[in-house]
């Protein structure tokens, strides 16, 4: 057997606070854990519509609960930023090649909010008609 150490690198904590890359990588990941939680709320509503209108309509009640609107309104924002740099991560996601010409980032990116801008305003005249 060996005598020798093997070289371990110390990694600090705040390693990803030194570059602002990691930084926003790191912020972008945590965005993810609340999206997650928000999607169970919403599944916690979806169980409870299957379980009648009087569990729906508590469920209903309890979002209109001060912490509730305040969590919404957190989970709004980090949503925005997961979005926002989910759609400047596209172009390196989607390699897109017209007539022997690689698309631009700028383009790609574009597309991307003008589908999202109009899957809302569709999703928005459903759910009003």
Not at 51 to 74: D, T
């Amino acid at each position: 057997m060996s005598k020798r150490k093997p070289y371990v690198r110390e990694l600090p904590n705040d390693w990803w606070m030194k570059q602002l890359f990691y930084t926003k990588y790191m912020i972008r990941e945590g965005t993810s854990v609340l999206i997650t939680i928000y999607s169970l709320i919403l599944a916690w509503g979806v169980l409870r519509l299957s379980q009648g209108e009087a569990a729906f309509n508590a469920w209903l009640e309890a979002l209109h609960h001060p912490l509730a609107i305040l969590l919404h309104v957190i989970m709004l924002i980090f949503a925005l930023y997961h979005s926002v740099t989910w759609f400047s991560l596209a172009p390196k996601a989607a390699d897109l090649w017209i007539k022997g010409k690689r698309l631009e980032d700028q383009t790609i990116v574009a597309a991307h909010y003008a589908i999202f801008a109009v899957t809302t305003v569709f999703c928005l005249l459903v759910i009003t008609l």
